[in-house]
Nanobody, 124 residues
Framework: HVQLVESGGGSVQPGGSLRLSCAAS????????LAWFRQVPGKAREGVAG???????HLADSVKGRFTISRDAAKNTLYLQMNSLQPEDTAMYYC???????????????????WGQGTQVTVS
């Protein structure tokens, strides 16, 4: 049974930083692609960052240069370091786990069958 639990969300002023964590159980976080998505009420969920099995990352244009995705295989945990946060980054953030061992992480929802419950990030 795969379980993903996010943490680290909160409220921050513009220009501030947060680090999100996603602890995985029943799943090998180093063996497959992982990703972070975000969603604002009334809008579609969008891919923010993905990481492939060899560590290659894929970031959405809107967060390049500000966000970094990484994982700790020993802790079976995925991270999203978010710097220079802006009000438009306000959203519910979800981590997602795939079942494809790929060097090219997708930012499409259909590639990820397992999802966490989300953690709220508010920038104001």
């Amino acid at each position: 049974h795969v379980q993903l639990v996010e943490s680290g969300g909160g409220s921050v002023q513009p220009g501030g930083s947060l680090r999100l964590s996603c602890a995985a159980s029943g799943y090998s976080a180093s063996a497959y692609c992982l990703a972070w998505f975000r969603q604002v009420p009334g809008k579609a969920r969008e891919g923010v960052a993905g990481i492939g099995t060899n560590g290659v990352t894929h970031l959405a244009d809107s967060v390049k240069g500000r966000f970094t995705i990484s994982r700790d295989a020993a802790k079976n945990t995925l991270y999203l370091q978010m710097n220079s946060l802006q009000p438009e980054d306000t959203a519910m953030y979800y981590c997602a786990a795939g079942r494809t061992a790929s060097a090219s992480p997708s930012l499409g929802q259909s590639s990820y069958p397992w999802w966490g419950q989300g953690t709220q990030v508010t920038v104001s």
